[in-house]
């Protein structure tokens, strides 16, 4: 069975960054694409970055672009997610996914994802 446990969020001034990490444990981390969701009070859930099993590719959400950076450890089964200059905006539950499939392209939707963590908080204050 399949355990993401993020973690790394917390409360900043806007302008300040953080790093988010999350922990893969039972299974074949290295052959799965993953990505990084959030989820702001009363709006749906949205990807904000994802990256390919090899690392090799990426996407990020227009809104933080040039901002946030993913990266993955496959060595480490770990995703990161670097977040710099953060904004107000950016306050929201973080969670942590996995691809339902092995390898494949990047996929943005929820639905494509069927293991997830229990989210970690990032509140940026201004």
């Known amino acids: 069975q399949v355990h993401l446990a993020e973690s790394g969020g917390g409360s900043v001034l806007a302008g300040g960054s953080l790093r988010l990490s999350c922990a893969a444990s039972g299974g074949t981390f290295g052959s799965y694409n993953m990505g990084w969701f959030r989820q702001a009070p009363g709006k749906e859930r949205e990807c904000v970055a994802a990256?390919?099993?090899?690392?090799?590719?990426?996407y990020y959400r227009e809104s933080v672009r040039g901002r946030f950076t993913i990266d993955r450890d496959n060595a480490l089964n770990t995703l990161y997610l670097q977040m710099n200059s953060l904004k107000p905006e950016d306050t929201a539950v973080y969670f942590c996914?996995?691809?339902?499939?092995?390898?494949?392209?990047?996929?943005?939707?929820?639905?494509?994802?069927?293991?997830w963590g229990q989210g970690t908080q990032v509140t940026v204050s201004s």
């Open positions: 996914a996995q691809a339902s499939y092995q390898f494949g392209g990047l996929n943005l939707n929820t639905w494509a994802y069927d293991h």
């Open positions: 990256i390919s099993w090899s690392g090799a590719g990426t």
